[in-house]
T-cell receptor, first 117, second 113 residues
């Protein structure tokens, strides 16, 4: 039962262009959606998040869009840089008090982004 | 301000042995989470602890796995009688409150011979 789907295992873009990473979810009990970036042999690093009551959050080159009716969110990186090359995970969090009272994260399988110079 | 510290970074065990994975959360963080990542998969939640309490262990296998977060010292994930299927990367995360983003350590890569 895959509650979070990142359907593109990999994405390749040119430096300076926009990178768009997508994420679909099925569970309505998520209240926060987080994006993490992961380099090989390191732990995930928190990037940006969005509350379920918003449809957009922007932080520098990173913007996350949430379409709650479609249960879809996307992460936009513009302009993309070679240092952005990493695996990106979408990780929604359960509403407090649900799912055993735990704000645990549910990770997608990730999208490997390669930004070519 | 040190991040989440996990040790060891790599751990090799033979089938049937015990594995102990340690996690020191960031300073000021009292919420600790453990996740497991199998190859080509996302991270899967295992357990959520606060000091001396297990809050949610819904992701823990029913047997051989246990976790603690004592009043003093690091959080420990313990796997008894390891099997080949336990080979994975185990990540610990911490947060100051349950609502704030979780910050991850660099993981312990467990290999079972």
């Amino acid at each position: 039962d895959q509650q979070v789907k990142q359907n593109s295992p990999s994405l390749s873009v040119q430096e300076g262009r926009i990178s768009i990473l997508n994420c679909d979810y099925t569970n309505s009990m998520f209240d926060y959606f987080l994006w993490y970036k992961k380099y090989p042999a390191e732990g995930p690093t928190f990037l940006i998040s969005i509350s379920s009551i918003k449809d957009k959050n922007e932080d520098g080159r990173f913007t996350v869009f949430l379409n709650k009716s479609a249960k879809h969110l996307s992460l936009h990186i513009v302009p993309s840089q070679p240092g952005d090359s990493a695996v990106y995970f979408c990780a929604p969090r359960f509403i407090p008090g649900t799912q055993g009272g735990s704000e645990k994260l549910v990770f997608g399988k990730g999208t490997k982004l390669t930004v070519n110079p | 301000n040190a991040g989440v510290m996990q040790n060891p970074r790599h751990l090799v065990r033979r089938r049937g042995q015990e594995a102990r994975l340690r996690c020191s959360p960031m300073k000021g963080h009292s919420h600790v989470y453990w996740y497991r990542q199998l190859p080509e998969e996302g991270l899967k939640f295992m357990v959520y602890l606060q000091k001396e309490n297990i809050i949610d262990e819904s992701g823990m296998p029913k047997e051989r796995f246990s976790a603690e977060f004592p009043k003093e010292g690091p959080s420990i994930l313990r796997i008894q009688q390891v099997v080949r299927g336990d080979s994975a990367a185990y990540f610990c995360a911490s947060s100051p409150t349950a609502q704030q983003p979780q910050h991850f350590g660099d993981g312990t890569r467990l290999s079972i011979l």
